[in-house]
């Protein structure tokens, strides 16, 4: 399946910064999540996305779960959502609030803002087809509408493979616009409807499979064509990224990452990277790698068996250090005369 992609082994580099830079110069990441009992995976994308190098985090979350969540992510903001009486976001009244608050306004100035990129699954919980459906329904208000780029992540996964194959809205037949998604084999086996076992057999294969069926219903007026591409990220040891036409396996992280949250601060740090100005395929392949160094770096530290995913965000800044160009420098003004 994958006999025609380009084989990538180099890792793209991080944005430089100008000194004179201010935060609106790097991303507003929009983080879509939680539900009650999983307040901690939308906290933890947050948290990556600013380690990362996010300038603005909001998270919008639950009603329920809000003050939690601004408690453990202090440097972002957050929007308390309307819920379902099972303590999920209720997606069509919460298309309202976004609105009101100006989240769906691409040509607003100031901090009511459409978001540059959103990422949405953490913690968002499962649920049934018409729940999911809704949820769908408000991201596609996101991509192809808005044209923002997501990253998908979690349940949000999970409850689009509940939309069978033979359904006009199954998810291999919506456009999916400057898409990332960040499955585990689990959750792509059930979006392909095959055994975990098999993804793992030729993790290479599905992966550049499913990159091309996201990407076959592009929309008419998409620019980029290189951009536009669906990614897929295909979680664990030797972690495949490709968007059906370029493939990168990662050789960085160890078995300490397999712990609850560690994929969630992979979606903040791609969501981050993307808000920054990468293309949806580098911020994955950064991502990756910076992700699993981070991890690597942690676990010199203190050891896989103890290592929890705060470690990997801890790790980040020496992770992204070694990697990143220095700061640029404003060029000095010429004296007067």
Not at 59 to 64: N, Q
Not at 208 to 220: D, F, G, K
Request: proline share 7%.
């Amino acid at each position: 399946m994958n006999e025609r992609c380009q084989k990538i082994r180099k890792i793209p580099t991080l944005p430089d910064r100008a000194t004179e830079a201010h935060k609106g110069n790097f991303g507003r990441v929009l983080v879509l999540g939680g539900s009650v009992g999983m307040v901690g995976a939308p906290s933890l994308a947050g948290l990556a996305a600013l380690r990362s190098g996010a300038g603005l985090v909001t998270l919008a979350i639950p009603e329920s779960i809000q003050p939690v969540a601004a408690t453990l992510c202090p440097c972002a903001t957050t929007i308390p959502l309307p819920q379902t009486s099972t303590g999920q976001i209720d997606s069509q009244a919460t298309r309202r609030v976004l609105e009101a608050r100006g989240l769906l306004d691409k040509t607003a100035a100031g901090p009511l803002t459409a978001p540059d990129v959103l990422a949405v699954g953490p913690g968002i919980g499962a649920g049934s087809m018409q729940y999911g459906q809704k949820l769908w329904d408000l991201i596609d208000l996101f991509r192809n509408e808005l044209r923002i780029p997501a990253v998908i992540d979690a349940d949000a996964l999970n409850l689009t493979s509940r939309t069978t194959r033979t359904r006009s809205n199954a998810w291999h037949r919506r456009p999916h616009f400057r898409t990332v998604i960040t499955p585990h084999p689990g959750e792509l086996a059930r979006m392909q409807d095959v055994t975990t076992r098999e993804i793992q057999a030729d993790r290479e294969g599905f992966a550049v499979r499913t990159a091309r069926e996201m990407s076959q219903h592009r929309p008419r007026d998409a620019s980029d064509e290189n951009d536009d591409n669906a990614v897929v990220v295909l979680k664990g040891a030797g972690t495949v990224v490709t968007d059906g036409q370029r493939i990168y396996v990662n050789r960085t992280g160890n078995p300490g990452m397999a712990t609850g949250g560690s994929g969630d601060v992979l979606t903040g740090m791609i969501a981050s990277l993307i808000g920054q100005g990468m293309s949806c395929f580098e911020a994955a392949v950064a991502g990756a790698y910076l992700h699993g160094l981070a991890g690597d770096l942690a676990a010199k530290r203190i050891g896989p068996v103890s290592l929890i995913a705060t470690d990997i965000i801890d790790a980040l800044p020496e992770a992204i250090r070694s990697t990143s160009k220095p700061m640029r420098r404003p060029r000095p003004r010429p004296k007067n005369r």
